[in-house]
Antibody, heavy 117, light 109 residues
Framework: QVQLQESGPGLVKPSQTLSLTCTVS??????????WSWIRQPPGKGLEWIGY???????YYNPSLKSRVTISVDTSKNQFSLKLSSVTAADTAVYYC?????????WGQGTLVTVSS | QSVLTQPPSASGTPGQRVTISCSGS????????VNWYQQLPGTAPKLLIY???QRPSGVPDRFSGSKSGTSASLAISGLQSEDEADYYC??????????FGGGTKLTVL
C-alpha cells in the first residue's frame, strides 16, 4: 500500500521560502508512469493544483505560481519536494502531496503552513 | 475563480439521487478525462471517479460519473448521511496543467 507523508515547517515568515518534503513509502518513486503532485487548500477554500514532477524528472507548474515554484525529486530517499518562494499570507494553506496516475489516487494527510511574521 | 465551474452547494434527503455538475471548456473537459474527489470534513480528498466514469476499488456503485462535451456530472444515488462532504471535479488541460472545480458542498437533509 502506497503511503505519502508531508513534512516541513508549519510557520514561514513573509517573503521567505516555503519548503516541504513528501516521503513515499510502499513503492518506488522512480517506478511506474506517475506524476508526483503538490496541491494546496487555503482555510475554508477549495483545492488548488501547484504542480507535479514526472518520474522522468519533467515538471509542470500552475501558471499562476510558476515564477515562484520548484518541485524536485530525490530518488535515493524516495522523496519529492516543494519550494515556494516569496510567500505572503495568501500562501497560508494545507499543503498535500499526492500521486497521479489516473487521477490523484494516493494523498498525504496534509500539512498546514501558516505565513506570518 | 476556478476554470471548472461547479455549483457551490447541493442537497438531498436520504435515499434520494443527487447530481453535481462540472462545466469546462474545449481545452480541458472537452479534450481530457474528468476525475471526481470527495473530501470529508478534516480529511484529505479521496479519488471517487476517474476517467469520467470509472470507480476505484472500494468506491460504492452508488457513485457514478458521466461526461458530455465540455461538461461532466457526478451522480449519487441512495444518498446516505455519510455522503455529506465537499466534492471536486478535476481535469487536465491541453497544457498538461491540472484544473480543479471550485467544489460543491453536499448537505444531506
Amino acid at each position: 500500500q502506497v503511503q505519502l507523508q508531508e513534512s516541513g515547517p508549519g510557520l514561514v515568515k513573509p517573503s521567505q521560502t516555503l519548503s516541504l518534503t513528501c516521503t513515499v513509502s510502499g513503492g518506488s518513486i522512480s517506478s511506474g508512469d506517475y506524476y508526483w503532485s503538490w496541491i494546496r487548500q487555503p482555510p475554508g477554500k477549495g483545492l488548488e493544483w501547484i504542480g507535479y514532477i514526472y518520474y522522468s524528472g519533467s515538471t509542470y507548474y500552475n501558471p499562476s505560481l510558476k515564477s515562484r515554484v520548484t518541485i524536485s525529486v530525490d530518488t535515493s530517499k524516495n522523496q519529492f519536494s516543494l519550494k515556494l518562494s516569496s510567500v505572503t499570507a495568501a500562501d497560508t494553506a494545507v499543503y498535500y502531496c499526492a500521486r497521479d496516475m489516473n487521477g490523484l489516487d494516493y494523498w498525504g494527510q496534509g500539512t498546514l503552513v501558516t505565513v506570518s511574521s | 475563480q476556478s476554470v471548472l465551474t461547479q455549483p457551490p452547494s447541493a442537497s438531498g434527503t436520504p435515499g434520494q439521487r443527487v447530481t453535481i455538475s462540472c462545466s469546462g471548456s474545449s481545452s480541458n473537459i472537452g479534450s481530457n478525462t474528468v476525475n471526481w474527489y470527495q473530501q470529508l470534513p478534516g480529511t484529505a480528498p479521496k479519488l471517487l471517479i476517474y476517467s469520467n466514469n470509472q470507480r476505484p476499488s472500494g468506491v460504492p456503485d452508488r457513485f457514478s460519473g458521466s461526461k458530455s462535451g465540455t461538461s461532466a456530472s457526478l451522480a449519487i444515488s441512495g444518498l446516505q448521511s455519510e455522503d455529506e462532504a465537499d466534492y471536486y471535479c478535476a481535469a487536465w488541460d491541453d497544457s498538461l496543467n491540472v484544473r480543479f472545480g471550485g467544489g460543491t458542498k453536499l448537505t444531506v437533509l
